[in-house]
């Protein structure tokens, strides 16, 4: 049928590409340091104990997990949901530069609340 769309397509859950998930990452380290986005003292505290975990999808969840509702649906909350979602799929992308911004960016936000 012309304009329908078949049950299979609207049932497969939709995985975000590597590539928007660097984008977003990017993004958001860009607000970062232009300081149009200000992290809150939670969500450096997620980064923190992110850069000193050795991430796979389940370590990413079970951070997402611990942090507050506030935390785990704002900015960087999303950016991680998207890496749990591409390590899902993918999960050599732990180990290989698949996450580099992600990185990029949680450590940046480790920086940010070091002495």
């Known amino acids: 049928m ?3 769309t078949s049950l299979v397509t609207q049932s497969m859950p939709r ?4 590539d928007s998930l660097d984008s977003a990452a990017a993004g958001l380290l860009h607000d970062y340091r232009t ?6 003292v939670q969500e450096c505290d997620l980064a ?5 975990t050795r991430w796979s999808e389940h370590s990413l969840r079970a951070g997402l997990r ?5 935390v785990a649906d704002g900015r960087l909350g999303a950016v991680l949901d998207q890496a749990v979602q591409v390590l899902a799929q993918t999960p ?9 911004q992600v990185r990029v960016l ?8 070091s002495p």
């Open 106 to 113: 949680v450590d940046a936000l480790t920086s940010a609340v």
């Open 92 to 100: 050599e992308a732990a180990t290989d530069d698949t996450l580099l």
């Open 35 to 40: 300081g149009t986005w200000f992290p809150t």
């Open 48 to 52: 923190d104990g992110l850069a000193r």
């Open 66 to 70: 611990s942090a507050s509702p506030v």
């Open 15 to 18: 995985t975000p590409a590597p």
């Open 2 to 4: 012309p304009g329908s």
